[in-house]
């Protein structure tokens, strides 16, 4: 979709966005693209092997500030038991710049993405996020907004964010942010069924030994 319908709400903010459960046609086009591919092949192999949380969402970060110029800053929000979305990473291109402004996300973008299951870019933040209190004063630009999908539940979102007047992002930067949040919710599936099969592991192993214990 190349333009959003003014809704009351979200019209004046989003500019694009893609469907995240349709990522065939995504990676069809990515597919034509050599410099995508590259990107894309970059952040494959650094999670390749990962066997912790912390280093998947360091590397989703890393990958979307080389990946992205125009990017300033990239956070990350995971939900928690109570369906709401919390910030456990934030990254900024420059290390000595605070970035406290943006430590939440924005209801708004909160509701496309989950109601509408469409990640999406949005811009003018000095205009359109007027009556959003979790973005005022943050000076925003531009920002790619994509969901940690891993083909059944939404685990949460990675925002990545350009403060620069010219730092406009494109459809393609949108649809590569898409594909990798998808891969990465993917990994962190795999990493969380891993640690519980542990856990039972451990459990059943401590089980026994009691048992043998009483005999």
């Known amino acids: 979709e190349n333009e959003h319908p ?15 459960d349709e990522l065939d046609p995504l990676f069809q ?13 970059r952040l494959l192999q650094r999670l390749n092997g990962l066997t912790d949380k912390a280093s998947l969402f360091d590397a989703l970060a890393q990958w979307s500030l080389v990946t992205f110029p125009q ?10 038991n109570e369906g709401r979305y919390g910030s456990i990473l934030t990254r900024g291109r420059d290390k000595e710049d605070v970035w406290s402004q943006t430590n939440s996300v924005s209801q708004t973008l909160l509701n496309h993405v989950t109601e509408k ?18 973005m005022m004063s943050s000076q925003l630009k531009s920002g790619l ?9 939404i685990r949460g979102l990675v925002q ?50 009691e048992l043998k214990d009483s005999n």
């Not at 907004?145 to 539940?153: G, Y």
């Open 160 to 209: 990545v964010e350009s403060r620069r007047q010219m730092g406009r992002f494109r459809r393609r930067d949108l649809e590569l942010l898409t594909l990798m949040a998808n891969q990465c919710a993917l990994v962190l599936s795999n990493l969380e069924m891993t640690d519980h099969l542990s856990a039972l592991n451990s459990t059943l192993q401590k089980a026994s030994g």
């Open 117 to 134: 299951r469409e990640a999406l870019i949005f811009t003018d933040a000095e205009e359109a996020f007027r009556n959003s209190d979790s």
């Open 71 to 80: 990017a300033t800053h990239v956070c990350i929000f995971l939900r928690n």
């Open 145 to 153: 907004v994509a969901p940690l999908w891993d083909h059944k539940d």
């Open 29 to 41: 086009r990515i597919e034509d693209d050599v410099e995508g591919m590259r990107c894309l092949y």
């Open 6 to 20: 003014s809704d009351g709400t979200t019209g004046e903010l989003i500019n694009e966005t893609s469907r995240f």
